[in-house]
């Protein structure tokens, strides 16, 4: 089986940026939260399940999931929220295999953003840090979402410290320029990939 790298970051620090360039290179990237949100996508069996375990209200109208609502009552109730992960943890990780078989590139990225934090870096055989400063990951939250700094700053507590996930990253891209610097800098990494 090829390699995995598993490519993370806090909020706001170019990792969704950083794997479409690698994308570019030619390799074979996925996303754990797209697949997480394609495994309870309308006509996906887990949907259903998810539907006849806490009621119809939980679908919008669409037929759609109603992700807010399913937040709300599975965080505020310790056994729901076991019983959904019950159900979903192991359909991303089958996903996730199967497309781990299917790498055609070098090697494949996985991103996720709570790689460190699920304790997933146990699954792959790098973890790729994409770092940035507190103020620049501060200013690009507010500039991105809209939130103000206190805001920004709630999130970036709730995730894990950016010290531990610099001690438990084999290699880090520091994300402090503009896109020409993070394009050089992802080039420079997928080039050393490329000779292991």
Same mark, same amino acid.
């Given at each position: 089986?090829?390699?995995?790298?598993?490519?993370?970051?806090?909020?706001?620090?170019?990792?969704?940026?950083?794997?479409?360039?690698?994308?570019?290179?030619?390799?074979?990237?996925?996303?754990?939260?797209?697949?997480?949100?394609?495994?309870?996508?309308?006509?996906?069996?887990?949907?259903?399940?998810?539907?006849?375990?806490?009621?119809?209200?939980?679908?919008?109208?669409?037929?759609?999931?109603?992700?807010?609502?399913?937040?709300?009552?599975?965080?505020?109730?310790?056994?729901?929220?076991?019983? $959904?992960?019950?159900?979903?943890? %192991?359909? &991303?990780?089958?996903?996730?295999?199967?497309? @781990?078989? *299917?790498?055609?590139? =070098?090697?494949?990225?996985?991103?996720?953003?709570?790689?460190?934090?699920?304790?997933?870096?146990?699954?792959?055989?790098?973890? $790729?840090?994409?770092?940035?400063? %507190?103020? &620049?990951?501060?200013?690009?939250?507010?500039? @991105?979402? *809209?939130?103000?700094? =206190?805001?920004?700053?709630?999130?970036?507590?709730?995730?894990?410290?950016?010290?531990?996930?610099?001690?438990?990253?084999?290699?880090?891209?520091?994300?402090?320029?503009?896109?020409?610097?993070?394009?050089?800098?992802?080039?420079?990494?997928?080039?050393?990939?490329?000779?292991?």
């Amino acid at each position: 089986m090829k390699p995995v790298v598993g490519l993370t970051g806090g909020i706001a620090s170019g990792k969704s940026t950083a794997a479409a360039i690698f994308a570019e290179l030619g390799v074979d990237c996925i996303d754990a939260d797209d697949v997480a949100k394609a495994i309870v996508a309308k006509g996906e069996p887990a949907l259903q399940q998810i539907a006849e375990q806490f009621g119809p209200d939980i679908l919008l109208e669409s037929g759609e999931l109603n992700r807010p609502a399913l937040r709300s009552l599975v965080f505020s109730n310790p056994a729901k929220l076991k019983w $959904l992960e019950g159900l979903t943890h %192991p359909l &991303v990780y089958k996903r996730l295999k199967d497309w @781990r078989e *299917g790498i055609k590139s =070098h090697y494949g990225i996985l991103v996720s953003p709570l790689l460190l934090e699920r304790r997933q870096h146990h699954t792959v055989d790098r973890v $790729l840090l994409i770092d940035v400063p %507190p103020e &620049v990951q501060i200013q690009r939250t507010m500039a @991105r979402d *809209g939130s103000r700094e =206190h805001e920004a700053q709630a999130i970036m507590a709730s995730q894990m410290a950016r010290h531990e996930k610099k001690e438990l990253a084999d290699d880090i891209i520091l994300n402090d320029g503009d896109l020409a610097s993070l394009r050089k800098k992802v080039q420079s990494q997928h080039d050393a990939y490329m000779k292991l």
